[in-house]
């Protein structure tokens, strides 16, 4: 199973909305909701931040959501602070019934 | 307060062996399915093995399929990963995390390093 395509790096100010992607197949995100978005500040443990394409867990706020649409899977970040610089990875549940990661973006906030 | 705190890291020669420990705290251990995940420097996350709530079905990733071996002891709050014949690709952080719902997991520890050189 091929990993989730998404961007390397991703970068906005203060107070802007942006979006990371994660573009699969008919194999993972094309077929299951069970697509999650996950933050990682580098040596801290990853932390999950949408589940099920659009669901937040308690606790993340609600600048965070996540959608989909066909094959590629989104996650918005309103309200950009610096606190959200963080890598991100998405994953997705596969038709061989092991989850797929994506290879991540870099989320810098200028 | 959930914590996963992993353990059993370290440098090991192509070939070798290590036991992972995770030590679970703040939640009903035996009621949730528990992975490892790792991740290869400048690569994404991958699921390597997962087993259910009570020990019993497991499922591993192709390429570690036969030379690693996820267990449990609920009694403990504990997961292990067993590795043998190590190789230069298993070189990565790995993680325990714990299964929300259909392997989306909603906690996850620090990583525990594994090194594998000669």
């Known amino acids: 199973q091929s990993a989730l395509t998404q961007p390397a790096s991703v970068s906005g100010s203060p107070g802007q909305s942006i979006t990371l992607s994660c573009t699969g197949t008919s194999s993972d995100i094309g077929t299951y909701n069970y697509v999650s978005w996950y933050q990682h500040h580098p040596g801290k443990a990853p932390k999950l931040m949408i589940y099920?394409?659009?669901n937040r867990p308690s606790g993340i706020s609600y600048r965070f959501s996540g959608s989909k649409s066909g094959n590629t899977a989104s996650l918005t970040i309103s309200g950009l602070q610096a606190e959200d610089e963080a890598d991100y990875y998405c994953?997705?549940?596969?038709?061989?019934?092991?989850?797929?990661f994506g290879g991540g973006t870099k989320l810098t906030v200028l | 307060e959930v914590q996963l705190v992993e353990s059993g890291g370290g440098l090991v020669q192509p070939g070798g062996s290590l036991r992972l420990s995770c030590a679970a705290s703040g939640f009903t251990f035996r009621n949730y399915w528990m992975s490892w995940v790792r991740q290869a420097p400048r690569k994404g996350p991958e699921l390597v093995a997962l087993?259910?709530?009570?020990?019993?079905?497991?499922y591993y990733l192709d390429s570690v399929r036969g030379r690693f071996t996820i267990s449990r002891d609920n009694a403990q709050s504990s997961l292990f990963l067993e590795m043998n014949s190590l190789g230069a690709e298993d070189t990565a952080v790995y993680y325990c995390a714990k299964d929300l719902t259909w392997q989306q997991f909603d906690f996850w520890g620090r990583g525990t390093l594994v090194t594998v050189s000669s």
């Open positions: 099920d394409v659009s």
């Open positions: 994953s997705s549940f596969t038709t061989s019934a092991f989850v797929v």
């Open positions: 087993i259910n709530s009570d020990g019993g079905p497991t």
